[in-house]
């Protein structure tokens, strides 16, 4: 019998929410690496190391639009004694073999061009007068329009010193440092970073693909008719979306119907295309609670910590939980209560973790905060349980949203954060602190 | 002469920060909405107030498996004296027609079931024999595997109040009802509550459709091989992840060389998918400044605030830019410096509002903080320009993170933060306050 079982036969075992977390996390591991195109792999979590192949900038340029001149040659200058300097061309950002300065010659050159041989420094355009033979220019005329600015003269109107508005080579990274870090996370500079060092793709864990299933007889797809008895499934939805939220792709399977050999042959179709599964529904001690039946029996019994256990958690909402792996690559799968509250806290406390650890990431939770209760009455817990209330956050305090019923789906839309109250407590006043969970 | 020809006559009038945001904001209005699928508008904002159309619950209901009963019928009920009930069937959540309790009957009921004609209140299974004539019980055995428990007798061993376990009809919300705001920003507890009030599609502001490109004919694609004087693209990845971060739908285009009449037709192809236009380089003042050149001529002037204007700002990274709107719809463009750090900076500053601004939020702006300089040196920035450098910002202090170089994108990678140094300091010593940008 496997240990799972063994556990399982304890149904009047109650988990802490930190037990089921700590059995959870110690289960996922981090999806397998892959090689993604740099924009693909925005969010994700580089593996390796990654060192500069090339010295940035590659080469020595200059900072300003202006002249490349050599340092004599301007010593001295000023607006009423310029320096007039032979034009001996242009030099572009991307020019392979740029033109050679040569005593008492200047080239214009291009924010970012190759600073041309025999040249010692740059004077901006502002310090000239732009060949244009009169005072000092804010500009240059665009060389499609004005060919000529690439020949003739330049007066300069100020000295400049060695290396003045150039970039020297190396002085951003130089090959060989370390870029990034493995462990990264990649973001916009980071993807900046990359592409500069001439990286087109990069090795990250993936985000992982989340299935997820709501189950019930009784769920109707918004925008259909609501027959009688029926609600509209809207577990289905909130979590794909808090899945994406999470980092996930993911996929809305929709309501299966409280039925184990459909809601079983549905899991197993959809195992193909998922890291994780979520499912709603099913899971407490009804005589219908499907998720629970189907899964139950599915466990592989050659393999430690296999098969999907059910457990009562010393929580609430969200008491009845289930958690395991199922088919051949041994997917996990959390079996969430169905009562939407109920579900949406679990997927908080317990799923968004696991897509983070399934994605590499070290930073698995949501932000905590101590904050002062608001409201005008005591907020009441059962003992031995750790309760999670809907609040509204603004610094540093929270008040109080709906109640504690795990069906108040219309107050959770108003919630920022999750009260805590813990398992020793029964009630908390008003005006005492208390955690909580911030929702972002 | 329209007012930004006029303006952009005046080429030495350096616009602030302020001023340029503000011309910004005052131009991109949000788009007009569109009718989305639940899923497909997760982070976008409701155009209209939500009202609900069906109580929700929509009928009473059970909030626990177990037994519907009438209170009568089990007062007093004890382990020892139990209440002795006909079981008259199942109530399965999604029954249409519920079996009728009587007097001396129970029905066998699951959370979320309607509460079955006759009945006042539900005792749990855990409250009972379950049936099984035993002591009692901690759940229900499957209906697949003990049809049984849908007949015959079951011995209840607690009384119940009326309306014990039972969920009202409307008790979260009741029709009519303002469920949502317009404004509100769709979440995953959102779209929960849209999709348990029925609502399949929701009326939404799109995300906007950002097309990025880089120009410079000294651009390498990454993962290419970098010939002399060429540098590797880092502008167009960098800017596209960050369109999608600040959320937009962002398309890269890459790299364009410096070509005035390429880069207008690049830009007309692009106008079909752009709600919003992005360029980096060519808006200095040399002489390949192509974006400028291309630009400046493409002005409505019949209109009010079209054709792009080039300036400069009091900044520093990212003096010279570049705004207006093109082509027959208007489309907004913003026309970036070509250095990475200036591009990346100006976007924070001024794509990403005008991105959350035309998505229709009213929460434009990254997080400010103020926060204590730490490090070893003073910073140093010119008279008359704000400065942004980079920063590591920690629990109310922040550290400078390489130098003010424009080009330093390694320094970036590196940074969370942008050190804000007023226009009217030249120094911050450490030690001293400084208003941070928290890029998250």
New interface residues.
């Given amino acids: 019998m496997s240990s799972a079982a063994t556990r399982s036969a304890d149904?009047?075992h109650l988990w802490s929410v930190d037990e089921h977390l700590e059995d959870i996390l110690s289960t996922v591991r981090p999806l397998e690496p892959i090689e993604l195109q740099?924009?693909d792999a925005?969010g994700c979590v580089l593996v390796d190391d990654v060192t500069?192949p090339?010295s940035?900038?590659?080469?020595d340029n200059s900072?300003m639009?202006g002249y490349a001149v050599r340092v004599a040659d301007v010593a001295g200058a000023s607006e009423e004694f310029p320096a007039v300097l032979d034009v001996v061309g242009?030099v572009?950002?991307?020019?392979?073999?740029?033109v050679r300065v040569g005593p008492g010659q200047a080239a214009?050159i291009?924010?970012?061009?190759?600073l041309p041989p025999g040249a010692e420094a740059v004077v901006p355009?502002?310090w000239t007068d732009g060949g244009l033979g009169e005072g000092p220019v804010?500009?240059?005329?665009?060389?499609?329009?004005?060919p000529e600015?690439?020949a003739g003269h330049v007066r300069v109107h100020r000295p400049a010193e060695a290396r003045a508005h150039v970039?020297d080579k190396g002085?951003?990274?130089r090959a060989g440092?370390l870029?990034?870090e493995a462990g990264t996370i990649l973001?916009?500079?980071?993807?900046?970073?990359?592409?500069?060092?001439?990286?087109?793709?990069v090795r990250v864990r993936p985000r992982p693909r989340v299935v997820v299933l709501s189950t019930?007889?009784?769920?109707?797809?918004?925008?259909?008719e609501?027959?009688?008895?029926?609600?509209?499934?809207?577990?289905s939805?909130?979590?794909?979306?808090?899945a994406?939220?999470a980092g996930a792709i993911a996929y809305?399977v929709g309501a299966v119907a409280?039925d184990?050999e459909t809601l079983r042959s549905t899991i197993e179709d959809q195992l193909i295309r998922a890291d994780l599964l979520v499912t709603t529904g099913g899971v407490?001690?009804?005589?219908?609670?499907?998720v629970?039946?189907a899964l139950e029996s599915v466990g592989d019994e050659d393999v430690a910590g296999a098969g999907v256990e059910f457990r009562k958690l010393a929580m609430q909402p969200g008491k009845p939980q289930g958690f395991g792996s199922i088919g051949p690559d041994h997917t996990p799968l959390l079996a969430l209560p169905?009562?939407?509250v109920s579900s949406?806290v679990s997927f908080e406390l317990f799923v968004r973790p696991a897509v983070r650890a399934l994605m590499g990431l070290t930073d698995l939770h949501r932000p905590r905060a101590r904050a002062v209760l608001k409201g005008d009455r005591a907020l009441r817990s059962p003992k031995g349980r750790r309760q999670f209330l809907r609040g509204a956050y603004t610094d540093g305090e929270v008040t109080p949203v709906g109640g504690a019923?795990?069906?108040?789906?219309?107050?959770?839309?108003q919630?920022d954060a999750l009260i805590v109250v813990p398992e020793d407590a029964e009630s908390v006043e008003p005006g005492a602190e208390v955690e909580v969970v911030l929702?972002g």
Avoid at 405 to 413: E, N, P, Q
Wanted: proline share 8%; aromatic share 4%.
């Fill in positions: 149904s009047d740099l924009l925005q500069v090339v940035l900038p590659p080469f900072s639009d242009d572009a950002a991307g020019a392979a073999d740029p214009r291009m924010t970012g061009a190759p355009v502002e804010s500009g240059m005329r665009a060389r499609s329009l004005a600015g690439a970039r002085s951003d990274v440092d870029a990034l973001g916009p500079p980071q993807i900046a970073l990359l592409a500069a060092i001439g990286r087109g793709t019930g007889s009784e769920l109707v797809q918004p925008g259909e609501l027959g009688p008895g029926r609600i509209y499934d809207s577990n939805f909130a979590l794909t979306a808090a994406r939220d809305r409280d184990a407490s001690v009804g005589a219908y609670d499907v629970k039946e169905g009562n939407p949406y019923g795990s069906h108040l789906i219309a107050a959770l839309a919630a929702l």
